[in-house]
């Protein structure tokens, strides 16, 4: 779990360490130079050129610090930085004194009126403008940098957040353009990720995001933040064998009508398919054949159209009866729905019910007199378009902070949040979280409904899955973003419904090990996230029915993918491996590592991460495109979840020793055993 802060927050904790502890300014820079150089290095060849964009602060001391450690590691690197106007920080002046050092490696540039062009030969960009801080848009000579940055289609490295960007929002500052928005290939930020990289434009700019660790020890951190879910957190615990549907909760749905069936359908189907024992469609009777034939594993609850007190009479001791409600997908705001909606709303408010409203019953809600308050047991699922109804302000009001908007519903409704959007913004009265997972794909018709039938299977089956609040919205927004991305990879972007979101929610594992998110970094050095489990689940056997695993140091990890009796029966296996990798060639995205072996997939074996499965070729010393043989070994890494088989020709028996040599170039990032 990542939690983000705040610029300010971050800004007075850093001033904390420096006064306590006595850490200076330039230590701190130093550390967050050593970050930012590692991932730019991957970028860079010796004999080529760098170019760092250096504000007057602090970030500009970290561009110049980071170009410094790189012209010290490759000697024949050229640097060229592009210096803003006015008087530097006192950090930042110390930081030219040690570049000066290197002469004619160093090209410095005082910026004047007009942006000069990007020189030639420019291997990377590393972007130190202007910092997390920001509050007013890029204009005159920094305008003009980013606008020839953008189109110089050159790799670019941002120091805490790209320039013109705000750090709390990730949408530029009021009066700003994307225009003056430097568009990153990576950032690197420090302590914890600032809530601007992954809202609004942020995702969209910022590349791949790496948080790198800068020495504030956690005693000293005392700021909230949204919490984040990554690799390793726990969704839900493992179905136990000996259970039954009752344990699972049963589900009301007041949804659908005349037109709009569908909508009913999705969100019953999604119910069903998260879990819930029971799901009824309470509905107008039109619709009800038409539910019954989409979702024949629900019942239904047929509703008079044009008898609002009868319709009521039928759905309050459904109400009384059910563990959970959801309302509004489909509804419509004609008679009947206008009608039991406002019936339900002061019932809700007196009775203990988890509920999730969502579309016409928000809508309805907006255009009623008086505002409800629902004692923090609803959960609200609005779109921008629904959320400016609920608040009387426009969808750009909405856009500009969606979380001031989010706290705004939170705080009017007394109630749970869901602000949905390609980030979605979660509030609970126990914690405030982001959902990163998703796809462009879910951009379609019924996604939302999908979501509230998720969500309502979760409030229903709340006691068996021990999960609650903020919590419970970081696992229904997980598995609809997870089941998008697996749908999307099957279907395709444009080609995915929301019919095809809900058939991929039950391949959704129960932990945490892929998502959109998946660039998020711990400790930046390694790229390779830590695994963390939430704190309300002790990582072990008992809590998340794993076998654990053994660790070097003696430590006990959670191992969250298959047993060794599994594993072992790949060996032997003959297959055929397509090499996308050929030995001798770089990586994709990590330059510095040089494959020691050719390395591909088995098109036919899907693995635990729903890829083909991958495969080292050993033995086998020039590139190839195909290889045929057997599989000798797998390498089951136990900080990942993506096991590698490794095949050699038949009858070659190599020794662990010898994989773990063939293998170090990727392997090394990674503790894992060897099973033969």
Request: proline share 6%; aromatic share 6%; charged share 20%.
């Amino acid at each position: 779990m990542l939690y983000t802060i705040l610029p300010s927050d971050m800004k007075r904790i850093e001033n904390r360490v420096m006064e306590k502890t006595g850490v200076s300014a330039l230590t701190l820079m130093e550390r967050a130079a050593e970050a930012v150089a590692d991932i730019t290095a991957p970028y860079l060849r010796d004999g080529g050129k760098l170019l760092a964009l250096c504000g007057t602060g602090n970030n500009g001391g970290d561009a110049i610090a980071a170009a410094r450690i790189l012209l010290s590691r490759y000697s024949k690197l050229e640097a060229v930085v592009w210096q803003l106007p006015g008087e530097t920080s006192a950090e930042t002046a110390a930081q030219w004194e040690k570049l000066a050092l290197f002469g004619r490696r160093v090209s410095r540039l005082t910026l004047g009126e007009a942006a000069p062009a990007l020189p030639v030969g420019i291997a990377c960009i590393v972007d130190g403008l202007f910092g997390t801080g920001l509050n007013r848009p890029l204009q005159g000579i920094a305008l003009e940098i980013a606008e020839r940055v953008n189109a110089g289609h050159v790799p670019v490295v941002a120091v805490d957040i790209p320039s013109g960007l705000n750090g709390a929002t990730g949408n530029p500052p009021d009066g700003g353009t994307l225009s003056g928005v430097i568009r990153a290939t990576e950032t690197v930020t420090f302590h914890r990720p600032k809530p601007g990289l992954f809202l609004g434009d942020g995702p969209d700019y910022c590349g791949r995001v790496t948080v790198a660790e800068i020495g504030i020890g956690p005693e000293w951190d005392d700021a909230p933040g949204f919490a984040v879910l990554t690799k390793g957190d726990l969704l839900l615990p493992p179905r136990k064998r000996n259970t039954h549907k009752g344990d699972y909760g049963s589900v009301l749905l007041l949804v659908g009508s005349f037109g709009m069936a569908g909508a009913a359908a999705l969100s019953a189907m999604a119910a069903l398919r998260t879990g819930a024992g029971l799901v009824t469609v309470a509905c107008p009777t039109t619709v009800v054949p038409t539910v019954q034939a989409l979702c024949p594993c629900a019942t239904c609850l047929p509703l008079p159209e044009t008898d609002v007190e009868t319709a009521w009479a039928l759905l309050q001791p459904a109400l009384e009866r059910t563990d959970a409600l959801a309302a509004g997908c489909g509804l419509g705001r004609e008679a009947l729905a206008a009608g039991l909606i406002k019936q339900l709303v002061p019932w809700l408010e007196k009775h203990i019910l988890p509920a999730v409203l969502d579309a016409d019953a928000l809508n309805l809600i907006a255009e009623q007199k008086r505002t409800p308050h629902f004692e923090g047991r609803v959960v609200m699922t609005p779109h921008p378009g629904e959320a400016a109804r609920l608040l009387h302000k426009t969808v750009s009001g909405i856009l500009s902070d969606t979380v001031e908007s989010a706290h705004k519903i939170a705080t009017k409704y007394d109630a749970k949040v869901v602000l949905k959007g390609a980030e979605s913004i979660l509030i609970a009265k126990d914690g405030e979280a982001i959902n990163l997972f998703g796809t462009p794909a879910m951009a379609k018709g019924g996604s939302g409904d999908v979501l509230t039938g998720i969500l309502a299977a979760l409030l229903a089956g709340h006691d068996t899955y021990g999960t609650a609040g903020v919590r419970l919205l970081q696992t229904g927004c997980a598995l609809h973003g997870l089941a998008g991305i697996l749908a999307a990879e099957k279907c395709g972007e444009r080609g995915m419904l929301a019919t095809d979101l809900c058939d991929a929610l039950g391949r959704v594992p129960d932990v945490v090990d892929r998502c959109a998110a998946e660039t998020l970094v711990k400790n930046g050095a390694s790229r390779v996230p830590n695994v963390e489990f939430p704190a309300a689940y002790e990582a072990s056997e008992e809590t998340t029915g794993l076998k654990p695993v053994e660790m070097a140091d003696g430590s006990i990890h959670p191992c969250i993918r298959e047993t060794e009796r599994g594993l072992r029966a790949a060996l032997g296996r003959r297959v055929r491996v397509t090499v996308d990798r050929p030995l001798g060639t770089r990586h994709p995205e990590h330059r510095d590592t040089v494959y020691g072996l050719n390395y591909g997939y088995v098109a036919d074996v899907l693995a635990a991460d729903n890829e083909w499965q991958d495969a080292y070729v050993y033995g086998v010393a020039k590139p190839v495109e195909f290889f045929e043989g057997e599989v000798v070994a797998v390498i089951h890494r136990l900080n990942d979840v993506e096991d590698k088989w490794v095949v050699a020709k038949p009858g070659e028996k190599p020794t662990a020793e010898e994989i773990r040599a063939a293998t170090a170039f990727a392997e090394k990032y990674f503790q894992s055993e060897i099973i033969l």
